[in-house]
């Protein structure tokens, strides 16, 4: 069973989901791949340990604290490369950003491989299914694109801004992956 809590944030409403004790997903409403992969598994709202610690962890963020993706059990479903993005990102500190191309040289060091692609990086972080925990808002493109977050582009310039990082080198794409905010 999924168990499922919905948590007010001023990035707007996130929908928190864990199973056997670990969290599985946190997604910001009407986010890109919204529920991925977990849609049409039995659901239950309720309050868990493991949904109120998440929970704790949110109000900390929220709050200015730096708490770190390392003090929850984390689960998220994915390829062993997705993984392995994922847990790059969780090494990306407080206020600070990478890009794409730099997180694909380490997966490439790492492999022994001379380069990996940037662009199945940005698959992969546009899938990431734990958003903010797992802060895919903290990468950018080389030129200092703000593009690739599934949450929306406002969502992540408010992310960035609240972890005291300056926009000034950062630019909305015209074109591009960012989603643009709604409404």
């Known amino acids: 069973m999924i168990y499922t809590m919905l948590y007010p944030s001023p990035v707007g409403k996130l929908l928190l989901a ?18 991925e992969p977990i849609g049409g598994m039995p659901m239950e709202p309720t309050s868990t340990p493991a949904l109120n610690r998440a929970a704790e962890w949110l109000d900390r963020y929220f709050a200015g604290e730096r708490p ?9 479903a994915g390829s062993e490369f997705r993984k392995e993005v994922w847990k790059i990102l969780c ?14 040289g380490k997966i490439a060091a790492g492999r022994g491989l001379k380069h990996m ?20 808002h903290r990468v ?26 300056s926009m000034e080198r950062f630019f909305v794409p015209e074109r591009g992956t960012a989603r643009q905010p709604q409404g």
């Open 18 to 35: 864990e199973e056997d004790g670990a969290l599985i997903g946190l997604w910001l409403e009407g986010q890109k791949y919204f529920m």
């Open 68 to 76: 770190a993706a390392g003090e929850l059990r984390l689960a998220p």
């Open 91 to 104: 090494e990306i500190p407080w206020g600070e950003v990478s890009t794409y191309g730099e997180i694909s």
């Open 117 to 136: 692609s940037a662009q199945a990086v940005g698959g992969a972080v546009g899938h990431n299914p734990i958003s903010i925990i797992i802060p895919c």
């Open 140 to 165: 950018v493109g080389s030129g200092g694109s703000l593009t690739g977050y599934a949450g929306g582009i406002d969502k992540k310039i408010w992310l960035l801004t609240h972890e005291g990082i």
